[in-house]
């Protein structure tokens, strides 16, 4: 029997908690090494990151040897092709999330949506997904407006079974290894509460989750076209976050 194609977003209306890059992170690791077959679906317009970024990642790898022969390895190993990147407006992404499920056998489409409801399509398009995951940070004016966006979506929309979600989890990004751990414990008791869920996985801060493919052949961390490098995996809790993913959607 064909397997439903889940529908994944990482969303928030604050803008630069991680959406793009743990899309990213995420999708990799899913597609080049847990043997998932994923889609990006790129409407943050008119950034594009995800669009811009796979742009730049196939330059990379054709103008130097030692990325294109990696990638020849690798694709090679894995005997299928890159993960397709979708640039579109959130009002046509389901429309074309659909057909990409026609054409492939996808177990994960992932929604990058701009960073506001307001915008055209994104409201109706968040309320397609099947999971999403709210990425913050530990600051107070990011967690209170965080919440606000949270408990919105979740009392009006989620909880009254007008959506897809089964279910929304907010994910702590850019956690200071020196923050004591029981402040982040008090605020999860205090977002339970609020009757949302956390994602037991929190991604530190760290300056890798900033850097691209360079030419400086060093380890590769974010790529639309690779996996994150095993070298910088550990410490990094993106295979965790992964895991945890496939549970929470049971796949
Ligand atoms: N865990 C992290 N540690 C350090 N920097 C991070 C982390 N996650 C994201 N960033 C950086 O924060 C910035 C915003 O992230 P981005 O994914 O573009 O956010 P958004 O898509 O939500 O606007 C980027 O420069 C990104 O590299
Ligand atoms: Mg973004």
Same mark, same amino acid.
């Given at each position: 029997m064909k397997k439903e194609t889940l529908f994944i977003a990482f969303s928030?209306? +604050? =803008? =630069?908690?991680?959406k793009t890059t743990l899309t990213v992170l995420t999708a990799s690791f899913l597609h080049y090494v847990r043997g998932y077959n994923v889609a990006v679906i790129d409407c943050?317009?008119?950034?594009f990151s995800i669009a811009d970024m796979r742009e730049r990642d196939v330059e990379q790898v054709i103008n130097d040897s030692h990325y294109k022969k990696m990638a020849h390895i690798q694709f090679t190993q894995i005997g299928k092709d890159a993960y397709p990147v979708e640039d579109c407006s959130s009002v046509d992404a389901i429309e074309i999330a659909e057909s990409l499920q026609n054409e492939n056998e996808l177990d994960f489409i992932f929604f990058d949506l701009p960073?506001?409801? $307001? @915008?055209?399509g994104v409201v109706k398009t968040l309320a397609c997904m099947d999971y999403v995951f709210v990425p913050v940070s530990a600051d107070r004016v990011v967690l209170e407006s965080t919440l606000q966006f949270a408990t919105t979506f979740n009392d009006n929309l989620i909880t009254t079974g007008?959506? $897809?979600? +089964?279910t929304m989890s907010l994910i702590w990004n850019m956690v200071d290894g020196r923050e004591r751990t029981e402040l982040y414990h008090a605020y999860d008791s205090a977002i339970a509460e609020l009757g949302l869920q956390v994602m037991q996985t929190v991604i530190p801060d760290s +300056? &890798? /989750? &900033?850097?691209?493919? #360079? =030419?400086? &052949?060093? @380890?590769? /961390?974010?790529?639309t076209l690779f996996p994150v490098d095993k070298s910088l995996?550990?410490? #990094?809790?993106i295979e965790e976050l992964v895991n945890e993913i496939i549970e929470t959607v049971k796949r």
């Open positions: 928030t209306q +604050k =803008g =630069g908690m991680g943050d317009y008119p950034q960073g506001t409801l $307001n @915008a055209a007008k959506t $897809n979600i +089964k +300056k &890798r /989750f &900033r850097k691209e493919m #360079s =030419g400086e &052949r060093k @380890a590769i /961390f974010r790529s995996l550990k410490g #990094s809790n």
